[in-house]
């Protein structure tokens, strides 16, 4: 099983509609990163929390964390075509002083249709 | 991505012969990390290197992977002798010597390795 667990696995929404992708772990993440990853190619990183209640928000993506620390959720307003790709979330589990040694959830699979 | 560069993007070896993948962190950044990412399945941490230093290597497999991160130059992902199952997308990411504070890690374009 992963440790971070994404879900859903996919998805196919109308152009327009918002979604919402959660990543859940069993134990306190320290770092919280969503990626997003065209087919073939590399991550694009959208955002990083870090505090139990942080939220942000990029052009149409906003994701949380909660309280808790153990689940992040990545919301997009009025989806379009170009939001498309795959959905990574990846945790950062050690309190380290420095450094990203990631964990990651096995993606969720956005497609948009016109 | 913020400059990490890899390459090859695409690399074919034949099964026995070695891979050597590259990477160079963004300007700046003095940690970088190598990912693989297997067909259907999900993306797994490697190894995490400073310059001249391995830091961690718990998910390197044990034989015939290696990884290294020179004073001067790229960072060297190896495979010796490879074989069908190392066929993979292979990332690196860096992150620059800070705490952790606000700390992206950054991520190269990935090398797809296939081994035929």
């Known amino acids: 099983s992963q440790e971070l667990e994404q879900s859903p696995q996919s998805l196919i929404v109308q152009e327009g509609k918002n979604l919402t992708i959660n990543c859940t772990s069993s134990?306190?993440?320290?770092?919280l990163y969503w990626y997003k990853q065209k087919y073939g190619e590399g991550l694009i990183f959208l955002m990083m929390?870090?505090?139990?209640?942080e939220e942000k928000s990029h052009e149409k993506i906003t994701a949380k964390l909660d309280e808790k620390k153990q689940q992040s959720s990545l919301h997009i307003t009025a989806s379009q075509p170009s939001h498309a790709g795959i959905y990574l979330c990846?945790?950062?589990?050690?309190?380290?002083?420095?450094?990203?040694?990631?964990?990651f959830g096995a993606g969720t699979i956005l497609r948009v249709k016109s | 991505n913020a400059g990490v560069m890899q390459n090859p993007r695409h690399l074919v070896r034949r099964r026995g012969q070695e891979a050597r993948l590259r990477c160079s962190p963004v300007?700046?950044?003095?940690?970088v990390y190598w990912y693989r990412q297997l067909p259907e399945e999900g993306l797994k941490f490697m190894v995490y290197?400073?310059?001249?230093?391995?830091?961690?290597e718990s998910g390197m497999p044990k034989e015939r992977f290696s990884a290294e991160f020179p004073k001067e130059g790229p960072s060297i992902l190896r495979i010796q002798q490879v074989v069908r199952g190392d066929s993979a997308a292979y990332f690196c990411?860096?992150?620059?010597?800070?705490?952790?504070?606000?700390?992206?890690?950054?991520f190269g374009q990935g090398t797809r390795l296939t081994v035929v």
């Open positions: 990411a860096s992150s620059p010597r800070m705490t952790r504070a606000n700390t992206e890690a950054f």
């Open positions: 134990k306190t993440l320290y770092g």
């Open positions: 929390l870090q505090k139990g209640g």
């Open positions: 990846g945790a950062d589990r050690a309190a380290m002083e420095y450094g990203n040694k990631l964990v």
């Open positions: 300007k700046g950044h003095s940690h």
């Open positions: 290197l400073q310059k001249e230093n391995i830091i961690d």
